[in-house]
């Protein structure tokens, strides 16, 4: 593949790739053997459109964007209730997406699927329709996302691991390998294990994107009032309103807790 640290100063179609005249590319984007640009797709500068990929129409997709070999992007969502309407898909800046991964484009309920800024998505992984990824999120591989699921900013998701549709994983959460999702996961936690339960919190990814000791001090009490209490959750959400009010990361998890629908992971 082309070294993804070359700026171009120039667009590059390679003469086997088929692109749409509708599609507008900007200057520096590369295009490599045999892959296939629709219409109503954009592509900025400093993106590399990897051999034999594809990218479905609306599709917008941000500079220096890496699509592997085989990625499909923007392509019909795997729902029967889609009817053709024209939906997006939107790909931030720097976001990696490898071999064979597949990023579906949404349907009428919210009209476009969306993959934040700086994200890796590794071979053969999956975003459903309608998904929302923030950004700093990593999908080892082989992860599987059902429709209309949420991923806070920097989640980080173990491979082979399967989410249900609609789940919400909070910020700075990490899920292990090989799990499967049902229930919602809180912001800054480690889940893991067989039933997935919550294991602790993740202070080794949360020191790593300089989190200042004080505030690792103010999440590690919350945690302890939502998963070492006896507390249920609606009861842990009020004492972190009575407990920690001027806290913003207790406010946040308190936030996520009464906006859950699917339950919370144990």
């Known amino acids: 593949m082309t070294d993804p640290g070359v700026r171009r100063t120039q667009t590059v179609v ?15 984007v590369t295009v490599e053997p045999y892959a296939i640009i629709e219409g109503d797709v954009t592509i900025a500068s400093g993106t590399v459109i990897g051999s034999h990929s594809r ?3 609306g599709t917008h ?10 990625a499909v992007v923007g392509t019909e969502p795997q729902d029967l209730k889609y009817a053709g309407e024209p939906t997006a898909t939107h790909i931030g800046d720097r976001t990696i997406i490898r071999e ?11 009209g476009r699927t969306i993959v934040g800024a700086d994200c890796m998505i590794m ?4 975003v459903a329709h309608d998904n929302t990824l923030g950004h700093h999120v990593i999908l080892a591989n082989t992860v599987q996302l059902g429709g209309h699921v949420t991923l806070g900013d920097w989640v980080v998701i173990g491979g082979g691991t399967v989410v249900h549709q609609f789940t919400l994983i909070g910020p700075h959460a990490m899920v292990g390998g090989g799990f499967r999702v049902t229930q919602d ?5 480690v889940v893991g294990g067989y039933p997935l339960k919550t ?3 993740n202070r080794v990814g949360l020191q790593r994107r300089g989190f200042a000791p004080d505030k690792i001090a103010e999440l590690s009490r919350a945690f302890r009032i939502v998963f070492r209490s006896k507390l249920n959750f609606s ?8 407990a920690m009010p001027d806290s913003a990361v207790a406010q946040q998890m308190r936030a996520f807790i009464l906006q859950s629908e699917r339950g919370l992971v144990r």
């Not at 064979?100 to 919210?110: F, I, L, P, S, Y």
């Not at 071979?123 to 999956?126: R, V």
């Open 55 to 57: 990218i479905g129409p």
């Open 100 to 110: 064979c991964a597949t990023v579906h484009r949404g349907t009428a309920k919210t």
């Open 123 to 126: 071979a053969y992984a999956h």
């Open 235 to 242: 009861q842990a959400a009020d004492e972190l309103q009575r």
């Open 14 to 28: 390679h003469p086997t790739a088929i692109v749409d005249p509708r599609a507008r590319l900007d200057i520096g």
């Open 199 to 201: 294991l602790s919190l």
């Open 61 to 70: 997709i941000g500079h220096d964007v890496r699509i592997s070999h085989g």
């Open 185 to 189: 996961i809180m912001p800054y936690v």
